[in-house]
């Protein structure tokens, strides 16, 4: 059982959650919220044990980091929930909220390449952030280009166009995954650059997770980039992808987790990165993020949510609801920040 380290306000806020399991149900909170698909999965696993422990009904809608932004800026929301963090103009428009990581997973790289025959003893379809970069920059448009031939050597890669496919819209993944490549790639980061959105050189966009995914299944020679769990959900392959140290890893848990064993401290306003980590962390999955629930500083609702964040900070954690969508657990240093941050949050 994997164990934390909490204030006594926090050890004090647990074992009222604990009265609060087992005791009887006296009251109803809904609670609203909106923002990052990849969070989604998660929350909906996590919704049935917050109504059996608290009562709470959470109603969430995956329109994307963006739209969540917008909604809490709005008011619109109890909360709103972020793959990327907050900018400093969001952070002045939302007019007091807070941002608080309270998730962990990894961006997957999904491919559909009809006849492709991996080398003997080769387990999985290599790929580097400086090969992707180029394949959405338009540089490398076939798949059987010596640079990717090169990263599988012994493998049969059919000669296959390849179509990079995009999120349209503000996206969280998107700024994960931009982020990545802006620190592999020097062409990238200086004429493309990070962002929830940027201007694709190349590619085709579409629509949420469920529309890259959908357009990868129906595309020979497609790739995207996705988070791991709705991936694996919806049966894709996915490639490993080669990290700092040279080493091809693919969106585990575990490897996960070593990218974000690399955080030693955490910033004020839980601004974190944690794509390509150093050549010192040779199994971390170098596309992995955290994502973050938006809360006002005040809120009607604000016991409640500190409640609800707290539990996923905690139990939510478990394996029992993480680990069959591909979900690490939070370190301790951005737990007690997060924890931290959390007490910020105060009845109107």
Known sequence: MRKFVFSAL???????????????KHSTVVLNGAGSTFVQPLVSVWTPALGSAFDYTIQYSGVGSGAGIAAITARTVDFGASDAPMSSDQFTACGGCVQIPWA???????????????????????????????????????????AIAALNKGATIPSLTITPVYRTGNSGTTYNFTDFLSSVSSAWKTQIGQGQSVNWPAGTGASGSSGVTGVVKNTPGALCYVDTGYAIANHLTFASIQNAAGNFVSPSIRNVAAAAATVKSVPTGNELHIVNPPKSAPTAYPIATFTYIILPTHSSNAQA???????????????????????APIPKVVLVASEKTLQQVAST
């Open 305 to 327: 949510l500190r409640k609800m964040v707290f539990w996923a900070l905690t139990q939510g954690q478990a394996k029992k609801y993480t680990a069959a969508l591909w979900f």
């Open 10 to 24: 926090a050890a004090a806020s647990l074992a009222l959650l604990s009265v609060g399991v087992a005791g009887a």
């Open 104 to 146: 962990l997973a990894g961006t997957s790289i999904p491919y559909n390449i009809p006849g492709l025959q991996l080398a003997k003893g080769q387990t999985t379809f290599h790929l580097s952030g400086d090969v992707i970069a180029k394949i959405y920059m338009g540089t490398i448009t076939n798949w059987n280009d010596p």
